[in-house]
């Protein structure tokens, strides 16, 4: 039997063993003994019977066909390669260690005796040397080290999952008791687990690192310094929001010249650290350096941040009144445009503060306005705050810029360029025709598709629409050409969020509802709007729409302006270039009808300040309500005035995100500019 022993050994033959193995050696002198024969018996052996003759030679039918049987072959076993036979050994000797660690848990124990490190060598060489290499051209692998040439049998794996294990748990000072046995066993901490460990530490939030775990997270990151671990991006973050929450900002200050000396990306989160530090401790004149180095490196400040930065211009001293004035009015108009609707637990108190205090002598007061933004109390009228011709050309451009770089298909984009310069002429610039259609309208689009022209590709295409949707020798109204090529619109409709909305069901169809569609324009024709209804080509494939949906495409055709996007563009690009380089007069508002939040990576590509300024303005909400075949629209158009922060000449209005109240502070300071457009 082999009996587990404690770390360093292998295995072992017990003492219970030495009688088994004294029996077996006396086996092979019994077995000689018994072999010994008698001339007497040997000729007794020799004598045969007649009968037993007789019998002998019969043969049975069964014993005929097994005789016959031809005897297989048995396959000669086939030598490992080197590099495998190499793997195999590594392999016994993970065995042969966890066995050990799991056997040393248990407290067994024995003595190292020359016995046992016989045992050892024989199990962990089980396949003898290595034979040379037949082929000399060949390069031998090196041979196998291990990395971790400590003999302590406690691996950095099983450390890791006990990490993970204790913080899910919620067991923070078990899994930091954990880290610290195994570091005192001398084991090999990888990156991961200082990562991990660290971040646990230190959270997401300043504000909520407990005092002793960032005394631990300071003390982790210097063990894994002196450990020879390379700390990476998430490491470093970690280390400074605990060093700024010890309040040793001169360490900190010191990390963040190494990122950067390392050529380590600076994020948000290893800015806002110091951020947070100043404003706690009133540096001012810090706090905005450090402000307006995340707004140069293109960082989307939050409203917390913002929050901080008021508190620091609140609680600054030794700071003349003017630049605390002036720092506040720059950090009040970054914030204006960043955050338009701020939360009132959050942003209102701070707000308040600095109103009020100070020697400043402000009247805060909370108040409503009516439906067209005019406030009784204080007899203003909110504006509508329009995104300029800065801001609509800021859009394009990283529109454009995003587009060139994932557009599959460039030269439809460019040719729906071509078609919204020939939208943005004026009537009078464009003549008639004698029967009546204008010459603006693209030689290709007769059909009645807002499709763009020129390639003889979508001409086919256009083709194949006719002869499906179109009856043989039917005649073509005259007066459809007329309506159809005008290009007018003040309402752009994203035709597939509309076709999609609560189509999300089990067993729902994979094509889009064209039902609620209709109905959407339909509602949009009665309210007098002209619409421009843009839908990816997909939607019209004959294995996708149903036959029945036919009768809705012509009636799009020949009532709306329609726009089909090719296949490789993504519709949303379409629309959105639309609703923004549209520029003919219109005696109402564009529109943009869709309830598409806007968050996919594509819109976070596009300049934020702008493009909230763009949506805010521009974009109309709906829901279908009623059955899917005849649903009810309900429309929530953008207000007459902008909801959001604006400062006027006398007051300043800050909204909230929850309900219509409006924080209104009187402005008796006139260093305070307004910078509305």
Same mark, same amino acid.
């Given at each position: 039997?082999?009996?587990?022993?404690?770390?360093?050994?292998?295995?072992?033959?017990?003492?219970?063993?030495?009688?088994?193995?004294?029996?077996?050696?006396?086996? /092979? +002198?019994?077995? $000689? =003994?018994? #072999?010994?024969? @008698? %001339?007497? !018996?040997?000729?007794?052996?020799? &004598? *045969?019977? /007649? +009968?037993?003759? $007789? =019998?002998? #030679?019969?043969? @049975? %039918?069964? !014993?005929?066909?097994?005789?016959? &049987? *031809?005897?297989?072959?048995?396959?000669?076993?086939?030598?490992?390669?080197?590099?495998?036979?190499?793997?195999?050994?590594?392999?016994?000797?993970?065995?042969?260690?966890?066995?050990?660690?799991?056997?040393?848990?248990?407290?067994?124990?024995?003595?190292?005796?020359?016995?046992?490190?016989?045992?050892?060598?024989?199990?962990?060489?089980?396949?003898?040397?290595?034979?040379?290499?037949?082929?000399?051209?060949?390069?031998?692998?090196?041979?196998?080290?291990?990395?971790?040439?400590?003999?302590?049998?406690?691996?950095?794996?099983?450390?890791?999952?006990?990490?993970?294990?204790?913080?899910?748990?919620?067991?923070?000072?078990?899994?930091?008791?954990?880290?610290?046995?195994?570091?005192?066993?001398?084991?090999?901490?990888?990156?991961?687990?200082?990562?991990?460990?660290?971040?646990?530490?230190?959270?997401?939030?300043?504000?909520?690192?407990?005092?002793?775990?960032?005394?631990?997270?300071?003390?982790?990151?210097?063990?894994?310094?002196?450990?020879?671990?390379?700390?990476?991006?998430?490491?470093?973050?970690?280390?400074?929001?605990?060093?700024?929450?010890?309040?040793?900002?001169?360490?900190?200050?010191?990390?963040?010249?190494?990122?950067?000396?390392?050529?380590?990306?600076?994020?948000?989160?290893?800015?806002?650290?110091?951020?947070?530090?100043?404003?706690?401790?009133?540096?001012?004149?810090?706090?905005?350096?450090?402000?307006?180095?995340?707004?140069?490196?293109?960082?989307?400040?939050?409203?917390?941040?913002?929050?901080?930065?008021?508190?620091?211009?609140?609680?600054?001293?030794?700071?003349?009144?003017?630049?605390?004035?002036?720092?506040?009015?720059?950090?009040?108009?970054?914030?204006?445009?960043?955050?338009?609707?701020?939360?009132?637990?959050?942003?209102?108190?701070?707000?308040?503060?600095?109103?009020?205090?100070?020697?400043?002598?402000?009247?805060?007061?909370?108040?409503?306005?009516?439906?067209?933004?005019?406030?009784?109390?204080?007899?203003?009228?909110?504006?509508?705050?329009?995104?300029?011709?800065?801001?609509?050309?800021?859009?394009?451009?990283?529109?454009?810029?995003?587009?060139?770089?994932?557009?599959?298909?460039?030269?439809?984009?460019?040719?729906?360029?071509?078609?919204?310069?020939?939208?943005?002429?004026?009537?009078?610039?464009?003549?008639?025709?004698?029967?009546?259609?204008?010459?603006?309208?693209?030689?290709?689009?007769?059909?009645?598709?807002?499709?763009?022209?020129?390639?003889?590709?979508?001409?086919?295409?256009?083709?194949?629409?006719?002869?499906?949707?179109?009856?043989?020798?039917?005649?073509?109204?005259?007066?459809?050409?007329?309506?159809?090529?005008?290009?007018?619109?003040?309402?752009?409709?994203?035709?597939?969020?509309?076709?999609?909305?609560?189509?999300?069901?089990?067993?729902?169809?994979?094509?889009?509802?064209?039902?609620?569609?209709?109905?959407?324009?339909?509602?949009?024709?009665?309210?007098?709007?002209?619409?421009?209804?843009?839908?990816?080509?997909?939607?019209?494939?004959?294995?996708?729409?149903?036959?029945?949906?036919?009768?809705?495409?012509?009636?799009?055709?020949?009532?709306?302006?329609?726009?089909?996007?090719?296949?490789?563009?993504?519709?949303?690009?379409?629309?959105?270039?639309?609703?923004?380089?549209?520029?003919?007069?219109?005696?109402?508002?564009?529109?943009?009808?869709?309830?598409?939040?806007?968050?996919?990576?594509?819109?976070?590509?596009?300049?934020?300040?702008?493009?909230?300024?763009?949506?805010?303005?521009?974009?109309?909400?709906?829901?279908?309500?009623?059955?899917?075949?005849?649903?009810?629209?309900?429309?929530?158009?953008?207000?007459?005035?902008?909801?959001?922060?604006?400062?006027?000449?006398?007051?300043?209005?800050?909204?909230?995100?929850?309900?219509?109240?409006?924080?209104?502070?009187?402005?008796?300071?006139?260093?305070?500019?307004?910078?509305?457009?």
């Amino acid at each position: 039997p082999i009996t587990p022993v404690g770390v360093g050994q292998a295995f072992t033959m017990s003492e219970a063993a030495a009688p088994a193995a004294a029996a077996a050696a006396a086996a /092979p +002198a019994a077995e $000689a =003994q018994s #072999t010994k024969v @008698t %001339p007497a !018996a040997a000729a007794q052996s020799t &004598k *045969v019977t /007649p +009968a037993a003759a $007789a =019998q002998s #030679t019969k043969v @049975t %039918p069964a !014993a005929e066909a097994q005789s016959t &049987k *031809v005897p297989t072959r048995k396959r000669k076993r086939k030598e490992l390669p080197p590099e495998r036979q190499r793997c195999v050994m590594q392999g016994i000797e993970a065995s042969a260690n966890r066995f050990l660690r799991h056997t040393s848990a248990l407290g067994v124990d024995a003595s190292d005796s020359a016995e046992s490190a016989e045992k050892k060598n024989r199990i962990t060489q089980p396949l003898g040397a290595r034979p040379p290499n037949p082929n000399p051209k060949k390069v031998e692998c090196a041979p196998y080290r291990n990395p971790n040439p400590n003999p302590n049998p406690f691996r950095a794996l099983d450390l890791k999952r006990e990490l993970v294990r204790l913080k899910a748990a919620g067991d923070m000072d078990g899994a930091l008791a954990a880290l610290w046995r195994g570091r005192e066993a001398s084991v090999a901490v990888d990156k991961d687990s200082y990562g991990f460990i660290l971040a646990a530490c230190c959270g997401t939030d300043v504000e909520a690192i407990d005092d002793g775990l960032a005394a631990e997270a300071v003390r982790i990151f210097k063990d894994a310094e002196i450990a020879g671990v390379p700390p990476n991006e998430s490491m470093m973050t970690s280390y400074l929001r605990a060093c700024c929450h010890v309040d040793d900002i001169d360490e900190a200050k010191r990390m963040v010249a190494a990122m950067g000396a390392a050529g380590v990306n600076l994020k948000l989160r290893s800015l806002r650290p110091l951020l947070h530090y100043y404003a706690r401790h009133g540096l001012l004149e810090d706090c905005v350096g450090v402000f307006r180095d995340m707004q140069r490196r293109g960082f989307e400040i939050s409203e917390l941040d913002y929050v901080f930065t008021f508190r620091c211009c609140c609680d600054a001293e030794g700071v003349a009144a003017a630049a605390r004035e002036g720092h506040f009015a720059f950090l009040f108009g970054e914030f204006r445009e960043d955050v338009l609707r701020p939360e009132k637990q959050l942003v209102w108190p701070v707000l308040r503060r600095w109103y009020e205090g100070h020697g400043r002598g402000g009247e805060v007061q909370v108040m409503r306005v009516d439906a067209t933004g005019w406030c009784a109390a204080t007899e203003e009228r909110l504006r509508s705050v329009e995104p300029t011709e800065e801001h609509r050309a800021a859009i394009v451009a990283k529109l454009e810029e995003y587009v060139k770089v994932t557009v599959k298909h460039r030269r439809a984009w460019d040719r729906f360029h071509g078609w919204l310069e020939r939208a943005n002429r004026a009537p009078a610039e464009e003549k008639k025709k004698e029967d009546g259609s204008r010459a603006g309208a693209t030689e290709t689009d007769g059909d009645g598709a807002g499709e763009a022209p020129g390639l003889k590709q979508e001409q086919r295409c256009k083709q194949k629409f006719k002869q499906r949707f179109e009856t043989a020798g039917e005649e073509k109204p005259k007066a459809k050409a007329a309506h159809i090529r005008r290009r007018e619109f003040d309402t752009i409709v994203d035709g597939a969020n509309i076709g999609y909305f609560r189509q999300n069901f089990k067993g729902a169809p994979k094509h889009i509802n064209y039902h609620q569609l209709d109905a959407m324009l339909q509602e949009l024709r009665a309210l007098g709007r002209k619409s421009l209804l843009v839908l990816h080509r997909r939607h019209l494939a004959k294995n996708l729409m149903p036959e029945w949906a036919e009768a809705f495409i012509r009636k799009w055709r020949d009532q709306e302006l329609f726009y089909i996007v090719e296949p490789g563009n993504n519709d949303d690009w379409y629309w959105m270039l639309a609703s923004i380089t549209y520029t003919r007069a219109s005696p109402v508002q564009m529109w943009v009808v869709t309830n598409d939040l806007m968050r996919d990576h594509h819109f976070q590509m596009l300049s934020q300040r702008s493009f909230n300024r763009w949506r805010e303005r521009h974009q109309v909400y709906y829901d279908l309500i009623g059955s899917e075949r005849y649903p009810r629209v309900e429309l929530r158009p953008p207000l007459p005035y902008s909801h959001r922060t604006q400062q006027l000449e006398r007051f300043v209005y800050v909204p909230n995100a929850s309900d219509d109240e409006w924080l209104v502070a009187r402005r008796v300071a006139s260093r305070e500019t307004n910078s509305e457009s």
